[in-house]
């Protein structure tokens, strides 16, 4: 499965840099699973609405984890495959 997930700036630069390789994110609707892919779209938060920035990092989750987190939150690891950057 694939999914789309925005995240903020100072969480993309540190996926891109590489010191960040786990996210924290509520499972409800999602179902992560091992092998799934992950669009990380870069936001701006506004006012009233979020903007996309056009960077993006696409990854391959490694490991899913419910250990000890909130109702329906899960930490995955995951592996960059791709960066796309609208600089």
Known sequence: ?????????????AVVAGDKRFEIRNNTDRGFQ???????EEIEKGLTRDTLTGN?????ITCVIDYNQFSNQVVFGFEVIEEFSNE
């Open 34 to 40: 091992k092998g799934d892919t992950i669009a990380f």
């Open 56 to 60: 993006a990092v696409h990854a391959k």
């Open 1 to 13: 499965m694939h999914h789309k997930l925005k995240i903020l700036p100072c969480y993309f630069k």
